[in-house]
T-cell receptor
Framework: DIVMTQSPFSLPVTPGEPASISCRSS???????????LNWYLQKPGQSPQLLIF???NRASGVPDRFSGSGSGTDFTLKISRVEAEDVGVYYC????????FGQGTRLEIK | QLQLQESGPGLVTPSETLSLTCTVS??????????WGWIRQPPGKGLEWIGS???????YYTPSLKSRVTISVDTSKNQFSLKLSSVTAADTAVYFC?????WGSGLFYMDVWGKGSTVTVSS
């Protein structure tokens, strides 16, 4: 299995400040066509996960442009340029190269 | 707008089979552009992908559950289903169904999720 490792486990952020979450995979997720088999999700409290970023760096429909995904191969980053109160929840990366696996999650909270 | 809704028993007896159905509305489950998947989340824990199905023909499952899982599609009802046999307390979780978009070249992402169905395994 491909192991996905996220950091940090918990992320307290002041509203208006930036935030960054790291996701590393145990093997390269880079496809020969340049896309990565890596997606980001946010699970808000009491809700189902929602897609934020797909194929490494593509924002899903309706996702604010303060969210961005970057990285390639084994190292990926989700960045929030200015955190808002509604961004609270658990963020997960997920690989789809081989029988899909998720990272353990990063809990973002407001200071 | 596409919506997915999970349904099934909230309580299952140990050693029995867990059965859940996901009803798709606002779109056709027969679309060749999408797969359909199941994901679960034990209480207080992270997400675990269970498996996916494509057009009633192709299924693939996470290795740790493969011997106990069956996913199937009923196109006449626009539904897909999950069966998990020989359940134990470790299978207690919220079970989500999701649409899996197929970008091509083996690139996928879950873009629409159901609200989830809580299943407890207990006698």
């Amino acid at each position: 299995d491909i192991v996905m490792t996220q950091s940090p486990f918990s992320l307290p952020v002041t509203p208006g400040e930036p935030a960054s979450i790291s996701c590393r995979s145990s093997q390269s997720l880079l496809h020969s066509n340049g896309y990565n088999h890596l997606n980001w999700y946010l699970q808000k409290p009491g809700q189902s996960p929602q897609l934020l970023i797909f194929l490494g760096s593509n924002r899903a429909s309706g996702v604010p442009d303060r969210f961005s995904g970057s990285g390639s191969g084994t190292d990926f980053t989700l960045k929030i340029s200015r955190v808002e109160a509604e961004d609270v929840g658990v963020y997960y990366c997920m690989q789809t190269l081989q029988t899909f696996t998720f990272g353990q999650g990063t809990r973002l909270e407001i200071k | 707008q596409l919506q997915l809704q999970e349904s099934g028993p909230g309580l299952v007896t140990p050693s029995e089979t867990l059965s859940l159905t996901c009803t798709v509305s606002g779109g056709s489950i027969s679309s060749t552009s999408y797969y359909w998947g199941w994901i679960r989340q034990p209480p207080g824990k992270g997400l675990e992908w269970i498996g996916s199905i494509y057009y009633s023909t192709t299924t693939y499952y996470t290795p740790s559950l493969k011997s106990r899982v069956t996913i199937s599609v009923d196109t006449s009802k626009n539904q897909f289903s999950l069966k998990l046999s020989s359940v134990t307390a470790a299978d207690t979780a919220v079970y989500f169904c999701a649409r899996q978009a197929n970008w091509g070249s083996g690139l996928f992402y879950m873009d629409v999720w159901g609200k989830g169905s809580t299943v407890t395994v207990s006698s």
